[in-house]
């Protein structure tokens, strides 16, 4: 009898080991989409990276210049666009302004998106932001890195007009902007390549500028030895980030709420992992055994 | 006090202009918009919520051309012993001087993958990252490209290769075409092994998807620079059976490939492929000139720990080598 | 020639961009190749959406494999490209409101997000199978995983909310990413600094066969 329960516990290990990958799938599909129907709240710790960008916008006094810098596409929107709401409404919260640019052609379209979704809240109605003095959005332009390091010597020469073909000369904003040295703070929001390093490289480097990012989880951890460094003020990590940036701002949003699904995920996975061990070290004894 | 602002002038009494600003505690400004041999005079004003205080203006300064840029001495130093270190070991290497290089699992393992997909009857699928000829490792891609390319001709084995950028599309033909009439098979060789999908990076991952599926392909190469489609590539080759040998120098992606691919080619073993698979005495030669450089990043980061646990230990007045350099 | 002239102008374009970088002066030469790639990188798109159309028209016309594909694609480009152009109303193409904005939202944006989040299946079933403690070494990784994907999220604060505050899962989570994860980072980039540099000099010097090199 104990032989053939033995078989029967191998097969099961056996069958776990080599699981179809289309439950692992389903799992984690139900373990993302069920939590998003409860409005749970989770406390969230902020790391001192996320603490660094946050204060590096805090800092700022009322009427200073951002160069905000979108660089990324709707499939990097879950964990970006989060913090980029949350940097609208950080910067027009304390009067910052804005001047937007994207090395990526869809990068200027998510800010609009952006501040589309924060133009709703009515602490910023209040305000009667105008497109040309609080902030003003100068498009895409083609070149990557290059862009960056043409824009230390003139921001015209990459950018003769803003995104609605308005010269720059004409935008009131734009008057005494001649380089980084006439703005505060360069944000940038990166899912890849141009991206934070290349900002890192050819704008902090060379222009000493100061720099506080945004990046997506998998690409965060390669900007930690530029924090350490110096060259970055900050980076905000991934959804995650997104989270520490909301609850610094005392504004939780989308970001703390998805943070219980990617939660829940996480503990599937790992208890996906202990399984696979499990059946893993089982299949390992009875091979020895026998 | 909530910042600085910075004047200029031409005149010394009038016609001072706004050019920029400093937060507060700074202690420098940097201005890069003059013209050279022009004299200007600057002034500080002070801003505080309950108002606003000048300097008196500066003495006049000018500009000029300045013939070397000092504050990057430090990196033309080591810029220069590397370039000089590359350049010593490819001549050392053109006089015949053997040259020892670790073997790299990865590249072995090339010729077993191109013999299973002959064996198998099934495709092989080269994939040159997503980013174009600009890129090293794009050139380190389709370097190794031309190799798999011979192989496949001896072999007689299909080769594929999708790629996601015109330009890329046409160098990686010549090497194919190259490849093929080395390999005395200029027959075997078609425009259409090489083809254009998308530029879009999820597009490409889409298309090269469905491929696999759909095609079963026995070997898989993906070999440059990949974001994150990545794991979306090799998660799927896996699932169709095929061997895959990746290899990137994006350290973001490394973790994606080291855990789904059978062999992962880590960041600079990439550049060293060419070297590697060609044995040419003077890529081999800068390989090792390389290596110069490891070392004294090496031996500069173990000098600096070393001075900075004596400075905090002892309390010994060690410079600070992150200053330094 | 036809293999000297590329490589002549490869070497003196690299050696400029070097040259420039230190010696002030050759920032004017500078500029100007900036100002070519600038161009050049202006008509690579077009190149792009050229070859696009070029290979799916002529896999049409030849009706090979897959050929209904080839006019997906092409009407998938004119659907987004000429409301892009002509019907936006005297605003920029990218303004909310016009036809190309509620494409962009309602169509490229889902596709998009849809393919990225891919990567949330794959990496569970990645891991799955390869985070197994085979040995000390994979032992290692597998731990290091575990206080991760625990500590980054609220969860893993919550197991081991019983440790003294600074010493939860959270902060080991901080630990790894600040200091191991940032040292092998840092490694991985120096190593591929100095590659990048071997490889740019290979391609200089004319020794890259890629770049029509020995």
């Given at each position: 009898m104990n032989q053939e329960n033995n078989q029967e516990v191998k097969s099961i290990w056996e069958k776990l080991l080599s699981i179809d990958r289309r439950i692992i799938f389903l799992f984690i599909a139900v373990a993302v989409a069920v939590p998003l129907f409860f409005k749970l709240s989770m406390r969230i710790p902020v790391t001192p990276v996320a603490q660094g960008t946050y204060q590096a916008i805090e800092s700022l006094p009322a009427g200073?210049?951002?160069?905000?810098?979108?660089?990324?596409?709707?499939?990097?929107?879950?964990?970006?666009?989060?913090?980029?709401?949350?940097?609208?409404?950080?910067?027009?919260?304390?009067?910052?302004?804005?001047?937007?640019?994207?090395?990526?052609?869809?990068?200027?379209?998510?800010?609009?998106?952006?501040?589309?979704?924060?133009?709703?809240?009515?602490?910023?109605?209040?305000?009667?932001?105008?497109?040309?003095?609080?902030?003003?959005?100068?498009?895409?332009?083609?070149?990557?890195?290059?862009?960056?390091?043409?824009?230390?010597?003139s921001f015209e020469e990459s950018y003769p007009k803003d995104g609605q073909g308005t010269p720059l000369s004409e935008i009131p904003l734009m008057r005494g902007v001649r380089n980084y040295d006439n703005v505060d703070l360069i944000f940038n929001l990166s899912a890849g390549y141009p991206g934070t390093q290349e900002w890192v490289q050819y704008a902090v480097d060379v222009f000493h500028v100061k720099l506080a990012a945004g990046n997506t989880a998998v690409q965060a951890p390669a900007m930690y030895p530029y924090v350490q460094t110096g060259q970055l003020s900050g980076v905000l990590g991934g959804m995650k980030g997104g989270a520490e940036y909301e609850t610094l701002l005392g504004i939780p949003g989308r970001a703390v709420r998805y943070m219980f699904s990617q939660a829940v995920a996480h503990a599937v996975i790992c208890m996906f992992i202990i399984i696979g061990n499990l059946a893993f070290f089982s299949i390992r004894k009875r091979k020895k055994t026998s | 006090m909530t910042g600085y602002e910075i004047l200029r002038s031409t005149n010394r009494e009038e016609g001072y202009e706004h050019i920029g600003g400093a937060a507060p505690g700074a202690t420098y400004f940097s201005d890069s918009n003059t013209e050279n041999?022009?004299?200007?005079?600057?002034?500080?004003?002070?801003?505080?919520?309950?108002?606003?205080?000048?300097?008196?203006?500066?003495?006049?300064?000018?500009?000029?051309?300045q013939w070397f840029d000092f504050s990057r001495l430090t990196l033309f130093a080591l810029a220069l012993i590397i370039a000089c270190a590359i350049f010593y070991f490819i001549s050392s290497a053109k006089t015949g001087k053997k040259l020892f290089i670790r073997k790299i699992a990865g590249l072995e393992a090339v010729d077993d993958a191109v013999g299973r997909a002959t064996e198998m009857g099934r495709k092989i699928i080269y994939i040159p990252g997503i980013m174009d000829m600009d890129s090293m490792q794009t050139i380190a891609g389709v370097t190794i490209l031309g190799r798999v390319a011979k192989l496949a001709a001896e072999y007689e084995a299909k080769l594929e290769v999708p790629v996601s950028k015109s330009l890329v599309m046409v160098t990686c033909r010549e090497t194919v075409k190259e490849a093929y009439i080395n390999a005395g098979r200029p027959d075997a060789y078609n425009d259409n092994m090489v083809y254009y999908l998308t530029d879009d990076q999820f597009g490409y991952a889409a298309a090269l998807d469905g491929l696999f599926l759909r095609d079963k392909p026995a070997a898989v190469f993906l070999q440059g620079q990949f974001y994150a489609e990545s794991l979306i590539l090799a998660e799927t080759a896996n699932s169709v059976g095929a061997i895959q040998i990746a290899g990137t120098a994006m350290p973001s992606q490394l973790p994606f490939f080291v855990a789904a691919c059978d062999y992962t080619l880590i960041g600079e073993e990439l550049f060293a492929a060419s070297a590697y698979l060609s044995k040419d005495p003077k890529l081999l030669g800068s390989l090792k000139g390389q290596d110069v450089g490891k070392f004294i990043f090496l031996l500069v980061i173990l000098v600096g720990v070393l001075f900075l646990t004596l400075n905090s230990v002892l309390g010994l007045g060690l410079p600070d080598l992150a200053t330094v350099f | 020639m036809r293999r000297e002239v590329p490589l002549v102008l490869t070497a003196m374009v690299g050696l400029t961009m070097i040259i420039a970088h230190f010696i002030p002066p050759f920032n004017i030469l500078k500029d100007l190749f900036e100002d070519w790639f600038f161009i050049i990188a202006a008509f690579a798109i077009y190149l792009g959406v050229l070859n696009l159309i070029r290979v799916n028209a002529d896999k049409i016309y030849r009706k090979s494999r897959d050929w209904p594909f080839g006019i997906v694609v092409i009407l998938g480009f004119l659907v987004i490209t000429i409301p892009g152009l002509f019907f936006s109303g005297g605003r920029s193409f990218s303004d909310p409101g016009t036809s190309f904005y509620f494409l962009y939202i309602h169509v490229y944006y889902p596709l998009s997000a849809t393919m990225f989040a891919l990567?949330?299946?794959?990496?569970?079933?990645?891991?799955?199978?390869?985070?197994?403690?085979?040995?000390?070494?994979?032992?290692?990784?597998?731990?290091?995983?575990?206080?991760?994907?625990?500590?980054?999220?609220?969860?893993?604060?919550?197991?081991?909310?019983?440790?003294p505050e600074g010493y939860r899962m959270g902060n080991a989570a901080d630990w790894i990413m600040d200091f191991p994860q940032t040292a092998g980072q840092r490694a991985i980039m120096i190593g591929i600094a100095l590659g990048v540099v071997s490889s740019a000099l290979r391609v200089i010097l004319g020794l890259e066969r890629a770049m029509g090199g020995d």
């Open positions: 200073s210049k951002v160069l905000a810098s979108f660089d990324y596409d709707p499939g990097s929107m879950p964990e970006l666009q989060p913090m980029a709401e949350a940097f609208f409404r950080h910067a027009f919260r304390n009067d910052l302004k804005v001047i937007i640019m994207g090395l990526w052609p869809q990068g200027p379209l998510q800010a609009n998106i952006a501040l589309e979704e924060v133009f709703q809240d009515e602490d910023i109605k209040a305000k009667s932001l105008q497109y040309g003095i609080d902030y003003v959005n100068l498009g895409f332009t083609a070149g990557n890195e290059v862009v960056i390091d043409r824009m230390g010597h | 041999k022009v004299k200007y005079f600057y002034r500080v004003r002070a801003i505080s919520p309950w108002g606003t205080s000048e300097s008196l203006p500066s003495n006049p300064v000018f500009s000029r051309v | 990567l949330a299946f794959f990496v569970a079933s990645a891991s799955y199978r390869a985070f197994r403690a085979r040995n000390v070494e994979a032992t290692m990784l597998l731990a290091a995983a575990f206080i991760l994907m625990l500590g980054r999220v609220p969860i893993g604060d919550w197991i081991t909310a019983w440790l």
